[in-house]
């Protein structure tokens, strides 16, 4: 009944009053209205620092994880090469079981998502630090680096699937969810910068030092190369990676708790239609759908060809370039340049359209990375490569978490009576991503065993300054070239998004009315 038939009704045989019949109908319209209406900058901002601990370790891990474990912890490259691969490859297996696992998770009064992250977050950290402890047991040390990184992906994943999936219950607004993610990409790109800051530097002021070997010749062969003047222990490079893995478990929690504090999870009111579904139908479901396929199989491999570079980039640095001194401030400007041009890049892909961003901004690293291995070593140029490298990497960054809500709503439009799956859409594109990576690290390692690295060596062989030229450029640019390729029969286009965003607020506009009658029809 209508608000203005009468603020009150009564009973013919009672004469009691009843309590209006429209109060329902009303709490819904309010509860439409609420999620309808625009986030604030500061629901935004706090979203976006959820995502910062997973770049900073992820950041921390993947520049430095490959030369710790090789000049500091001193393990044999093989050891080094399995300790990557298992480590990534469990995180990708357990990225699709935690993502089904929290589709099935049932609403709390903290949200579906939330208590994934508060309760991950304390044993996460915990982990992290002791990555970077290097055990006094020699025998066990393979073992120790093994079990604790395994632990933290798994814990990570926990913390990381269900926050990813937040983009979609943040707003029913399309709009709104992609400046949320403009807003979560610049500050996971910060994040990077923070924990290639933090760690860069800090380690940085404690230079490992390298032991003379047969291969400290000049490039000629005429004479020795001066001796490094090392005034730094191991012990002190030891400590000092584990002061960076404090600082950043700190800035771990902080940020969890900033998430948790400034971020409402909003509740699916159709969700009591939802059919549920097994693990298998949600991986069918996912696998069947054209566009996902397409999008994830694009950027594995971008994602593939940026992952093989960050993992041997302070490498190539350090032998093939011997920029030692300076191969973190590198990485630094890296991170920072990717981090300026975020804006940039959500402005062209709002004007231009996701697509022509992918092409024109994974494509414009390329001459970079062919320009890297083919000039002699001057730390000027490397500079310069770094600041035009940095613009694909916040592309690389950016677009696929700006693409993967659009192949979500695609799948709501054609499956409309299905709920609960997004986490898993989400989860399957993070499994095949860690996978690969995990595949690259590991055999990028293993090459380099084979090619002859010489751990805490001054200098390296020439077969292994080959091999390092390989994995930072021809590599990468061919999957680039593979992922680009693939991304050209990505059907969703402007066109196609606005058509699935308008068809999509029809839905929303029905079922919302669907509830409110429901709810009406129950008190009558």
Known sequence: MARGDGAEQYSATSLLPVKPLSADGVKIEKKTKERRKPLSVCSKLCYAVGGAPYQITGSALGFFLQIYLLDVAQLDPFYASIILFVGRAWDAVTDPCVGFLVSRTKWTRLGRMMPWVLLSTPFAV????????????????????LVFYCFFQSLQTCFHVPYSSFTMFISDDQKERDSATAYRMTVEVLGSVVGTAIQGQIVGGATTPCIPTEYDLDRDGNGTQPLRNVTRSLDDTKEAYMIASGVICAIYVLCATILFVGVKEQ?????????PITFCQGLRLVMGHGPYVKLVLGFLFISLAFMLMEGNFALFLTYALDHRDDFQNILLVIMLSGTISIPFWQWFLTRFGKKTAVYLGITWAVPFMILMVCIKSNLVISYMVSVATGASVAVAFLLPWSMLPDVVDDFKLKNPDIRGYEAIFFSFYVFFTKFASGVSLGISTLSLDFAGYVSRGCYQPESVILTLKVLVSPVPVALIAIGLLILKTYPIDEEKRKSNRKLLQELLDTEDSESETTALGSVV
């Open 267 to 275: 509740k699916d009111i159709s969700q009591k239609k939802a059919k």
């Open 126 to 145: 915990t982990c992290y630090f002791l990555i970077w402890y290097v055990p006094a047991v020699e025998q066990g040390k393979v073992l120790w680096y």
